[in-house]
């Protein structure tokens, strides 16, 4: 199955690092990959004391997959992943109309 890497920096309102945070990221619909069906679930990670997380989600051979991205205040967002090198978290939810910092994702009212 093929994977493909987010990772990011989550901070406070405040703009200090938040150790310790979930955060969820659900596959919201299936896919077939050569004889395999990846089926929806839920993919946690957990930032680390200075706030960075990464975290492998299934992806499709061909096309995109599409993913909800639930941030640890609760607010959340839906982008859509293909195959392909590392990518950030701030320019997946950018892509999509979310207003983040270029190196980090500030979880403000929820993102």
């Not at 990670?45 to 599409?66: I, K, N, Q, R, Y």
């Not at 999509?96 to 980090?104: F, I, K, M």
């Amino acid at each position: 199955m093929n994977t493909r890497t987010i990772t990011g920096t989550i901070v406070r309102p405040s703009g200090a690092a938040w150790s310790a945070a979930t955060l969820t990221f659900k596959l919201r619909a299936r896919f077939v990959v050569a004889a395999d069906v990846v089926l929806p679930e839920r993919v946690m990670a957990t930032t680390d004391e200075d706030g960075a997380f990464s975290v492998a989600l299934a992806v499709p051979d061909t096309g995109t997959a599409s993913y909800e991205f639930t941030a640890p205040a609760g607010g959340s967002a839906v982008f859509y992943l293909e195959s392909g090198a590392p990518i950030e978290l701030a320019v997946l939810l950018a892509a999509r109309g979310v207003s983040v910092s270029p190196d980090a994702v500030a979880v403000e009212a929820g993102l």
